[in-house]
């Protein structure tokens, strides 16, 4: 079960850009990377899921170097409703993805 | 609807007493999991099902907590004796597996608090 490691907390102005690394240095090589993000009081919701290089949607970017043993989520201009915890996993397509870790608290500031 | 519910959404109980916590997934969603958020902290692996196959119990912390998901459908999440330190969010997700995309949709969670 591959497990990540990413900051515990972040803090980020609005309309920066921020960057999430989160280390995977077990990754198998069936493996996707997925983010989720969490707003107090409610279940993690998704945000991005990779297999290499880069990924983009309308939320965010994910970048996934050739070795996949990290990943970075990028979320362009944050805003105060950004504010949330981010959480990266590993797994595969069996659904063995459920390791979450603690997260990356993200705070936006005004 | 269309997403994941739970039932109750808040559970006060007494030392030493068992609850029963429901998750109703997505239809046609054929893995559900379960996980325990503490207050201010991650979110805690316990179980997983995946269509008829034996589910991973992996996660369950101790003996006093188990699962069923009947049909292939509802689950429920049942701890017994409930201690103190039980109390946390318990949020369940389903998803269809093996999708490239392979997304967990999650629930509002039950939040357990034992006195």
């Known amino acids: 079960l591959a497990k990540t490691t990413q900051p515990i907390s972040m803090d980020s102005y609005e309309g920066q850009e921020v960057n999430i690394t989160c280390s995977h240095n077990?990754?198998?090589?069936?493996?996707?990377i997925t983010w989720y993000q969490q707003f107090p009081s409610q279940g993690p919701r998704f945000i991005i899921q990779?297999?290499?290089t880069k990924v983009t949607n309308e939320v965010a970017s994910l970048f996934i170097p050739a070795d996949r043993k990290s990943s970075t989520l990028s979320l362009p201009r944050v805003s105060l409703s950004d504010t949330a915890v981010y959480y990266c996993?590993?797994?595969?397509?069996?659904?063995?993805?459920?390791?979450f870790g603690t997260g990356t608290s993200l705070t936006v500031i005004p | 609807g269309a997403g994941v519910s739970q039932s109750p959404s808040n559970k006060v109980t007494e030392k030493g007493k068992d609850v029963e916590l429901r998750c109703d997934p997505i239809?046609?969603?054929?893995?559900l999991y379960w996980y325990r958020q503490s207050l201010g902290q991650g979110l805690e692996f316990l179980i997983y099902?995946?269509?008829?196959?034996?589910?991973?119990k992996s996660g369950l912390p101790s003996d006093r907590f188990s699962a069923e998901r009947t049909g292939g459908s509802v689950s429920t999440l049942t701890i017994q004796r409930t201690q103190q330190e039980d109390s946390a969010v318990y949020l369940c997700?389903?998803?269809?597996?093996?999708?490239?995309?392979?997304?967990?949709?999650f629930g509002p969670g039950t939040r357990l608090t034992v006195l």
């Open positions: 990779g297999y290499k």
């Open positions: 997700a389903s998803k269809i597996p093996g999708l490239l995309y392979d997304t967990q949709y």
């Open positions: 099902f995946q269509g008829n196959s034996a589910p991973d």
């Open positions: 996993l590993v797994g595969g397509p069996r659904g063995n993805q459920f390791y």
């Open positions: 239809s046609g969603h054929t893995a």
């Open positions: 077990n990754i198998a090589t069936n493996d996707y």
